[in-house]
């Protein structure tokens, strides 16, 4: 005997038709009703958008997709941030590393490019 989940599984390829078929209506219509309200047009697109991933939701990979989501908003509010201070100390490092070895590498070049010549006699 199918269990709901089994039934709700089956019926994932329906649920994504039905939100790409909301989704695409969605753009048909903001582009078909062009000289109507732009306001109007946004608001409608956010709707059906919103409609859209609300079935998308109810899918098994959508149910897992907006897991992964909840998580990665969870992890991102764990991150510590810089100070300005700290990121303008470290970007002044950067800049003088980046600087110390262009300058170094160019004189690396200067220097290969004399013995090159010296080996080969050009002037």
């Known amino acids: 005997m ?3 989940a089994d039934i709700s599984e089956r019926l994932d390829p329906v649920k ?7 989704l695409g209506g969605a753009i048909w219509a903001f582009y078909h009703f062009g000289d109507h309200s732009l306001l109007l047009r ?17 899918t098994r990979k959508g149910h897992t997709a907006w897991e992964f989501v ?11 941030w810089p ?15 980046v600087t110390v070895v262009a300058i170094f590498l160019w004189l690396l070049d200067m220097f290969l490019a004399w013995a090159i010549r010296a080996i080969i006699g050009g002037a």
């Open 16 to 22: 994504w038709a039905l939100a790409f078929a909301l």
């Open 83 to 97: 100070t300005r201070k700290e990121t303008v100390h470290t970007t002044g490092i950067i800049m003088a590393m």
């Open 2 to 4: 199918a269990t709901n």
């Open 70 to 80: 909840r998580e990665a908003r969870t992890e991102v509010r764990k991150v510590v």
């Open 42 to 58: 946004v608001v409608g697109m956010l709707a059906a958008t919103a409609g859209a991933l609300a079935i998308a939701v109810q």
